[in-house]
Structures are given as C-alpha cells and as structure tokens.
C-alpha cells in the first residue's frame, strides 16, 4: 500500500517522511487530518502545534485534552499588531 507524506510534517516543516499510518495518533481507519489538509495548507503554526503533540505522544506522553485544547486555542489567536 502506497503512504502518502504526512501532512502536518509537510505543512509545518516544509518536508516529511511517510504517513506512519495506523500508529500515528490522527488515523482512524485513514489520515483524520486528510479531511482538512487544504485548511491546514494556509496555517502552518497550526499544523505545527498538532505535528508536536503526535510527537509527544508518539515518545508515550500523556496529554490532558484540555492541556492540548489551549495549545491549539493559542495558536489559532490572530496576532498582535505592533504597538
């Protein structure tokens, strides 16, 4: 079966290996992240923040959704302007 490359790799860093497939965080019976790759093509911090907590929770982590929820909400907050 051919993977593609991980989106959120590719989006946040510019480059990526192989979808990891069943044991990446986000597959449920395919990429869950597939179903909003084009939204995630314009906002790589966001891409970012999910490509770490897959990290962390690939090294055996363990996430508070909440804790998790935040870091999302904080990067989905538009920037300040420069005072």
Do not use: K, N, Y
């Amino acid at each position: 079966m051919h993977r593609q490359l991980c989106t959120i790799e590719l989006v946040s860093e510019g480059h990526a290996e192989r979808c990891p497939g069943e044991t990446c965080p986000f597959w449920d019976h395919e990429c869950a992240l597939g179903r909003v790759e084009h939204e995630l093509d314009h906002r790589p911090e966001i891409a970012g923040v999910l490509l770490e907590l897959r990290r962390e929770l690939e090294l055996g982590r363990e996430i508070e959704v909440a804790a998790a929820q935040l870091r999302l909400a904080e990067a989905l907050e538009p920037d300040e302007p420069a005072a």
